[in-house]
């Protein structure tokens, strides 16, 4: 899988040390280019081409946060490379990919390039679950839906949905029987798509629920359904009519 990075570091010589450990020891990179400064990076950072951000923290008057505050593209994954660990808490705040020390370490920049392979490969993979699910969607005759997480794939029966939860870009799903959810890195829309000819109606913009697991309705606190899980599901004040449903 070929992936495309960006360099950025205030220091000529970490942009080309770093250079060369990536065109050495990870071939499926192709760097598309470096910039020494924030001001740099910004132009040349102007669309959505690049997978890998390898950026310095500690530069001159400015820091690698300044760049990603400014962004407006986006650009899945954050390795920073700096020399100060002080600033690990703020990256892991930036939700980076990963975090590497100067001088930067063989092994570990492998490591990180990999764990980017690995959730391309995962976001891939689910895709292409999910267009193979929507096709058998449209003649009404599956029985199963394949949910992907980090570690495996489950085959579940949609008839044990009871409902699924959005957060973000993420979605949860609560399987009856079953104590644990499965959390899966795709957003509710698809799946609404896809479960609606199954009897699941989307009755609050994070909530999508099965109208035949539905125990009751209770009126206080703006509207709210019993699940058969005991869990509570807001109804949406501009869904409510879609009660009569169910």
Not at 9 to 28: F, G, N, V
Not at 209 to 225: A, R
Request: net charge negative; aromatic share 8%.
């Amino acid at each position: 899988m070929q992936l495309n990075c960006y360099i950025v570091d205030d220091e000529p010589s970490a942009i080309e040390t770093l250079s060369l450990l990536i065109k050495r020891y990870c071939p499926t990179l192709h760097i598309v280019g470096s910039a020494c400064t924030v001001d740099q990076a910004l132009q040349d950072l102007h669309n959505d081409s690049t997978d890998i951000l390898f950026l310095d923290i500690k530069m001159q008057n400015e820091t690698g946060f300044d760049l990603l505050h400014q962004l407006n593209v986006n650009i899945p994954h954050i390795i920073f490379v700096t020399a100060h660990d002080e600033y690990g808490i703020q990256a892991i705040k930036f939700s980076a990919t990963d975090y590497l020390l100067k001088p930067v370490n063989t092994e570990e920049l492998i490591a990180a390039v990999h764990k980017v392979t690995l959730k391309k490969q995962m976001e891939k993979q689910q895709m292409e679950l999910l267009l193979e699910a929507y096709q058998q969607a449209k003649h009404v005759q599956q029985k199963r839906i394949a949910l992907a997480d980090q570690n495996e794939i489950r085959y579940i029966l949609i008839e044990n949905i009871i409902c699924c939860k959005s957060d973000n870009s993420y979605t949860t799903f609560y399987i009856a029987h079953q104590t644990a959810p499965i959390v899966v890195s795709t957003p509710i829309s698809e799946y609404e798509n896809i479960l609606s000819p199954y009897g699941f109606q989307r009755i609050h913009q994070s909530w999508l629920i099965n109208k035949s697991k539905v125990l009751s309705y209770k009126k206080e606190d703006g509207g709210f359904l019993i699940m058969e899980n005991m869990l509570s599901v807001p109804v949406s004040r501009q869904r409510k009519h879609l009660l009569k449903e169910l």
